[in-house]
């Protein structure tokens, strides 16, 4: 059960002999400072000359884990020979610290700089205030955008969360555990442009007087309906059907996590309620759904942003046409193609901004969940 | 380009290539830009150019073939790399300053996009504006210039290295001629030979525009083919620029004109709703079933690679192509088309010498040999062409009153490869009218 | 350990029924493309992948040519009499033979045709070579002369999508698993802050990290290297691990850890002797979904190392094979499968960490 909780009481430091002191100090920082060297100039040297590439890459991995674990290692060390109330101070520190650092760097800044770039002009010339933000809010192609975008959350997020949460409990009590889990996960190894070949061929249409090749089609002209162009032509109903790929390619994930956390819920009370008479759907609603609440919160908040960010399968399908564009696609077509980068830039701000409401509500639910 | 078997490939040609290319040389040196010379005499052995484009597989083979000889001679390696999401990542390149040598654009929109920031070399610094006008007709040196940097004067950044010529009708020959159709000369003689087939029991026309992210690209194909013959060439100019409006007369008579073939359901094979959700590739197949369930394919000279593999099709025999025809006799024959432009970013002697060399059209020698694209350069020798439908697309290009190049391709991104695809794609699958569709993408063209 | 599945009163059919019911739902496309990639192009564009199963079809026994004069009304061929709508939609005689005008009023056939049943499939291994070993290229020289030669091959873009993965899943899971834990378990100011700060920072669409971090790539000498794409991916994929980790973490006992506190231990020594074994289930899911999509991820592989042949990643070199306007997309239905073989079976061995349960029994909820 997740909750932004109460962390341990601070630690005990182990003393460390002063005497060895400055030796210990000197070999781990002697052992950081090869390490990184090693790294990096190893790391040039493999790319640059004809090594194997398997070797390259074995090699690679020994590194990047090797380094990693020195480097933690060694930092988490010298924070020790530190007065306690240094150590104390610093050792959170330094175990979060790469993880803030590459975020930081990777993450917070372009998106500082994108916050920025959307209060300027289209090519950064000049400043217009809001004045990008009130284009999108009007233009009639981004209220259909927001359309979708709500669409895609009712239904896509909805629908994934929930048949993981089923087939990962239903799984459970079966004999073919495995094979369903590896079935069900299975699209998620799929990539995207391959996702969008094999549902090219459901949802194909072809003429009347033609054989269809749309799995789809063929269905509903065996029932004695007509061919249906399902994404092109249907609007806004064909929305849904892209939904339905994602859908099919993000249960995995869902069902992945909620298995996991279905497994750690313990025996004994099932067992006791059992005893007690309860039956199978009651102990499945009352006892497991709230035992792994933190989970469902979690892979919840997961989906939607997700959902959110939905691009690959909109650009690989429909490229954004026949009112299926979200917000992703927007951006990428007003950035990269238009090369309107305020727009684009406050295109993408929006996309944050939404997001804002699921983590304070996730925040908020987490911490009710601790106090009950 | 590494790949070793590509290369000893290339020794094999380069070889019987000296002969031919020794003489020739000789006879062109005299006209040779100075970079290009020094490169053939080996100046530049042993330097590096990075080349980008969008381009790739069977193209990239026969671009690596092209430039082969070229290496072997000058001992500069060209290193060509493609990527599908050519703008994203082109985009991302040129703003990060990590730009390739030379980079192909397929459109020169975009290319006018880039030219904005400034970055784009101004190619008469080192080759002459009357070198240019000896290897190319006017509007090809006036399609590649662009305005540059922030006081957007016009610069000639581009050299058009191969094109395509799109105002093509494909039709399956055999059965065509069995049937007993004539291939029609003027637009009217091709409605009529429209409507015969329709009474005949089919449908005349295939047509599909689905194409990713693309989709609608066909549309705007067939709009600004119609407008070349429907209104003059001046007015083509202004609309591409902005000037005239989609929402004009003329421009809607021309999708009016499209309109009538694209809705009316007894014209298309597989009614209209099929042209949304048919890709562009797939289209022309229902040509070759035996007997064809439709007639004529209007597409670029690039569709032959789609064109079914396991029949062994053979041009002239089995499928062949008319020119689409005049509907205004006073606007003669004009031709639209689309092509490879270059441009430059980073100047040094041996990216000149690639550069003088793509305007030369025995750079493209092997290329032609193999068929799948058409010279721009004035100094082509019909014979290189390697089959007769090259040739005779070659010959449409040489015979045009006006030559086009694709309207959609030149306007502005917003336009170009976004609301004009998508509001044609919005018309034709019913959910707009065209009025509407005509008047959201003069909306969307950008202020500046 | 969790016992075995509990026998409840909901009987097995009915699980085990609408288990099947969703793995066939969720098996079905899959399925229609593993078959489609047997199959050659022409076959894939021309009718369904479920026709290689043996059915019963209307195949033409005889030809009749088209009857002469007047076309446009009723008709009497091959014994039967209909319009050419009627005719061409096809008249079934009593006798089970099915007589159909093929082509236009112009040119064209008469089929009779019976019930029969289909033929073996015709099928191909060639789209799995083609995209295996390379594909053949015919170029022509100018002498007329053809030459085939073949494009390159998959096995070199393998190797460096490995080698371009497995590092971009160590690295982010090692840094989030101390990072969790700090969250977690450790006592700092601005730690409930940080923590939505950098969970907020999943929404982030990567594409506007590009430019920024490229440039800054560039300066360094950094691109065109594999470090240079380990660590974006790492950058990029740590939010999501945080998050993940984190819930697991923060739901282990605390009193073991108590406990260990009482014994003497460090954070680090509970760390690498307590949370790691404990949260192998987690560190392997998250492990699982990097590799995912750093293994099919195309665009930041394309922009930090390029796609020069012999540093291309697998999901380019599908990319190129298509063909520069996707003539050849029929390639991608064996491509998609070669592609996913790796992914999978990276699954499969991580799989069995899923069911540990360590926790059973010490868990209160």
């Known amino acids: 059960m997740a909750a932004v909780h109460e962390p341990l009481s601070p630690l005990s430091v182990p003393d460390a002999s002063r005497r060895a002191l400055w030796l210990h100090v000197l070999l781990t920082v002697g052992a950081l400072i090869v390490g990184g060297w090693a790294f990096w100039n190893g790391f040039f040297f493999l790319r640059d000359t004809g090594t194997p590439k398997l070797v390259g890459a074995a090699v690679a991995v020994v590194w990047a884990a090797g380094t990693l674990t020195l480097f933690f290692f060694a930092a988490t060390r010298i924070v020790e020979y530190l007065p306690l109330r240094w150590a104390t101070r610093l050792q959170p520190f330094v175990f979060i610290g790469p993880a803030i650092a590459m975020v930081f760097y990777f993450l917070a800044l372009p998106t500082a700089r994108t916050f920025v770039s959307s209060l300027f002009n289209r090519d950064g010339s000049q400043f217009v205030g809001l004045g990008n933000y009130l284009t999108l809010f009007t233009a009639p192609a981004m209220l259909v955008t927001f359309r979708n975008n709500l669409m895609w959350l009712v239904f896509g997020a909805s629908f994934t969360v929930i048949l993981g949460l089923a087939v990962a409990a239903l799984a459970d009590r079966s004999r073919f555990e495995r094979t369903a889990k590896a079935i069900v996960f299975m699209p998620m190894a799929i990539s995207l442009v391959g996702a969008g070949v094999i549902w090219k061929f459901v949802y194909a249409v072809r003429d009347v007087s033609d054989p269809q090749i749309g799995l789809l089609n063929a269905i509903v002209i065996a029932f004695g309906g007509e061919p249906q162009a399902w994404i092109a032509q249907l609007q806004p109903w064909n929305n849904l059907f892209l939904i339905v790929i994602v859908v099919w390619a993000q249960t995995g994930f869902a069902m992945v996590l909620f298995s996991a956390a279905l497994k750690g819920v313990s025996g004994e009370m099932i067992e006791a309620a059992r005893v007690d008479g309860a039956g199978e759907v009651r102990i499945f609603f009352q006892i497991m759904i709230p035992a792994i609440k933190g989970t469902i919160i979690t892979v919840a908040a997961t989906v939607i942003i997700f959902t959110l960010k939905i691009f690959d399968v909109v650009i690989v399908m429909t490229g954004g046409q026949y009112g299926t564009d979200v917000i992703a696609t927007q951006f990428y077509n007003q950035y990269f193609v238009n090369r309107n980068f305020g727009l684009g830039s406050a295109i993408a701000i929006v996309l944050l901004v939404a997001v804002v409401p699921v983590m304070i509500y996730n925040l908020r639910q987490l911490r009710r969940n601790e106090r009950s | ?448 | 350990m969790n016992s075995g599945p509990v026998r409840g009163r909901l009987p097995d059919i009915v699980i085990n029924g609408t288990l099947l019911i969703v793995c066939l739902l969720w098996l079905v496309p899959t399925f229609g493309l593993f078959v489609s990639s047997f199959r050659t192009r022409d076959d894939v564009l021309t009718t369904g992948w479920w026709t290689v199963v043996p059915h019963r079809e209307w195949v033409t026994t005889s030809t009749v040519p088209l009857p002469d004069g007047d076309r446009n009304g009723t008709m009497d061929v091959a014994g039967v009499s209909g319009t050419f709508a009627t005719l061409r939609q096809g008249v079934v005689t009593p006798d089970g033979k099915r007589v159909v005008w093929v082509g236009n009023k112009r040119l064209g056939r008469i089929e009779v045709q019976d019930q029969e049943w289909s033929g073996l499939p015709a099928f191909t291994l060639e789209n799995y070579f083609d995209v295996l070993t390379g594909k053949t290229y015919e170029i022509t020289d100018t002498d007329g002369v053809k030459h085939t030669f073949k494009g390159d091959n998959l096995a070199g873009a393998f190797l460096n999508s490995m080698a371009v993965t497995i590092p971009a899943v160590v690295i982010p899971v090692v840094i989030a698993a101390f990072a969790a834990y700090g969250f977690a378990w450790m006592r700092f100011p601005g730690r409930k802050t940080l923590f939505a700060v950098v969970v907020a920072l999943l929404v982030v669409p990567l594409q506007i990290a590009l430019v920024p971090v490229l440039s800054d790539y560039v300066r360094l000498q950094l691109n065109g290297t594999y470090l240079a794409v380990w660590l974006a991916h790492a950058g990029f994929g740590i939010p999501l691990a945080i998050y993940l980790l984190y819930n697991f973490i923060s739901a282990l006992p605390r009193d073991i850890m108590e406990s260990a506190v009482v014994d003497g231990a460090s954070h680090l020594a509970i760390f690498f002797r307590l949370i790691i074994p404990l949260a192998a289930p987690a560190l392997a899911s998250y492990a699982i979904f990097q590799f995912l999509w750093v293994w099919n991820d195309y665009l930041v592989a394309l922009i930090f190392i390029g796609s020069q042949p012999d540093v291309q990643v697998l999901t380019m070199r599908l990319a190129e094979i298509v063909g520069s306007r996707g003539d050849d997309w029929h390639l991608l239905t064996a491509g998609a499968f070669i592609s996913m073989t790796l992914p999978l079976a990276v699954f499969f061995t991580l799989q069995r960490y899923f069911v540990r349960g360590l926790l059973a029994g010490s868990v209160k909820s």
């Open chain 2, 1 to 448: 380009m590494r790949n070793k078997r590509l290369f000893a490939a290339g020794v094999l040609l380069a070889g019987s290539m000296l002969a031919v290319a020794g003489y020739a040389g000789a006879a062109m040196a005299a006209d040779m830009p100075q970079e290009l010379q020094d490169a053939l005499a080996g100046k530049f052995k042993g330097t590096k150019v990075t080349a980008f484009g969008a381009f790739a597989d069977a193209d990239e083979v026969k671009f690596n073939q092209n430039v082969a000889d070229f290496e072997a001679k000058t001992g500069i390696d060209i290193q060509y790399e493609s990527s599908k999401q050519f703008e994203a990542t082109i985009s991302t390149r040129v703003d990060a300053g990590n730009t390739p040598d030379i980079v192909d654009f397929p459109q020169p929109g975009l290319m006018g996009n880039i030219a904005k920031t400034g970055k784009l070399i101004d190619l008469t610094t080192f080759m002459s504006q009357d070198y240019l006008k000896g290897q190319y007709i006017q509007s090809w040196l006036d399609m590649a210039t662009k305005p540059s940097g922030k006081d957007g004067k016009p610069t000639m950044v581009g050299v058009w290295e191969r094109v395509n010529v799109k105002s093509l009708v494909w039709y399956p020959k055999k059965a065509f001629d069995a049937a007993g159709y004539k291939v029609p000369t003027t637009w009217d003689e091709m409605t009529k030979l429209e409507q015969q087939i329709a009474a005949d029991g089919d449908t005349p026309w295939c047509i599909g525009i689905e194409s990713g992210d693309a989709t609608g690209w066909p549309a705007t194909d067939w709009i600004e083919d119609v407008m070349l013959r429907t209104t003059s060439p001046e007015n083509y100019d202004k609309w591409v620029l902005g000037q005239l409006k989609f929402s004009s007369p003329e421009v809607k008579h021309a999708a009016d004109v499209v309109g009538s073939i694209w809705l009316d359901p007894k014209m298309v094979y597989g009614g209209t709703k099929s042209i949304v959700s048919t890709s562009f590739g797939d289209a022309p197949a229902p040509m070759f079933a035996d007997p064809p369930k439709c007639w004529l394919h209007r597409q670029g000279n690039f569709i032959t690679s789609f064109f079914p593999k396991d029949r062994n099709l053979q041009p002239g025999v089995d499928y062949d192509f008319f020119y689409l025809p005049p509907i205004d006799a006073q606007e003669g024959r004009p031709a639209l088309v689309g092509g490879d432009v270059w441009a430059m970013f980073n100047d040094r002697p041996e990216v000149r010498a690639v550069m003088e060399w793509f305007t030369r059209a025995d750079h493209l020698k092997t290329w032609l040999a193999s068929g799948g694209t058409i010279a721009p350069q004035k100094d082509i020798d019909l014979s290189w062409y390697g089959n007769d439908i090259d040739r005779g697309v070659a010959k449409i290009l040489a015979e045009a009153t006006t030559v086009r190049f694709d309207g959609s391709d030149q306007m502005p991104g917003e336009v170009g490869t976004g609301s004009f695809w998508k509001e044609m794609t919005s018309w034709v699958s019913g959910s707009e009218d065209l009025d509407t569709a005509l008047k959201n993408i003069d909306a969307s063209w950008p202020t500046k």
